[in-house]
């Protein structure tokens, strides 16, 4: 079946420097969507990116969909306290399923 | 506040017990998805809704089974309990379907579920 993955899993970075997660999935993807989870919190919706090489940009992160349509990653640049989360990317197959990566948990410490 | 709300927002219960979870999507919102979060799975898509209607199906066991009202709001039923069905559920509305194009999900606060 369709799998994602995520590098890193974890990620320790001092604030203001920059981070970046991957997100590679098994199967072709319509599209795929970037999601945060604070500790104790619930998942909340950052970005979908549809269209093969799409790079779209919100204020210091920017997210890549690949030309594939089967990777993605997103970078922050010069982090800040309140990116500390767990970033996870979540692949859609076509309508038929949708796959969570397991997330990159990022710590900055200040 | 995401709009999405879920009750209960904490559940003890034992092994081979049932439960219902419930959850009522944003204003608006035609599709409800179910999620399971545990320390060791991740965030597993369990099923989708939309306006009534099955629309995907993810890793959801038989144990497990959903429907949606037509007042939109939807229900998680978990029979049998094991241990290992302790986790956090959550419920998220969107307003299009997977595979529809442009969509964003609004998550709930979830439920946990606790199996003793």
């Known amino acids: 079946g369709q799998q994602v993955m995520q590098i890193p899993q974890y990620q320790h970075v001092q604030e203001g420097e920059d981070f970046t997660t991957y997100c590679n999935s098994s199967?072709?993807?319509?599209?795929i969507q970037w999601y945060k989870q604070r500790p104790g919190g619930h998942p909340v919706f950052l970005i979908q990116?549809?269209?093969?090489?799409e790079v779209k940009k919100q204020k210091r992160l920017t997210f890549q969909f690949g030309e594939a349509k089967k990777n993605s990653s997103l970078h922050i640049t010069a982090t800040q306290t309140t990116d500390v989360g767990t970033y996870f990317c979540?692949?859609?197959?076509?309508?038929?399923?949708?796959?969570f990566g397991p997330g990159t948990r990022l710590s900055v410490l200040p | 506040d995401s709009g999405v709300t879920q009750t209960p927002k904490h559940l003890i219960t034992a092994t081979g017990q049932r439960v219902t979870l419930r959850c009522s999507p944003r204003s608006g919102d035609l599709s409800v998805y179910w999620y399971q979060q545990s320390l060791d799975q991740g965030l597993q898509f369990l099923i989708q809704?939309?306006?009534?209607?099955?629309?995907a199906k993810g890793n959801i066991l038989e144990r497990f089974s959903a429907q949606q009202f037509p007042d939109l709001h939807s229900e998680l039923n978990l029979s049998s309990l094991e241990l290992g069905d302790s986790a956090l559920y959550f419920c998220a509305s969107s307003v299009a379907s997977l595979g529809s194009g442009r969509y964003e999900q609004y998550f709930g606060p979830g439920t946990r579920l606790t199996v003793t």
């Open positions: 979540a692949g859609d197959n076509y309508g038929q399923n949708f796959v």
């Open positions: 990116l549809v269209k093969s090489g």
């Open positions: 809704y939309y306006n009534g209607e099955e629309r």
């Open positions: 199967t072709t993807l319509s599209n």
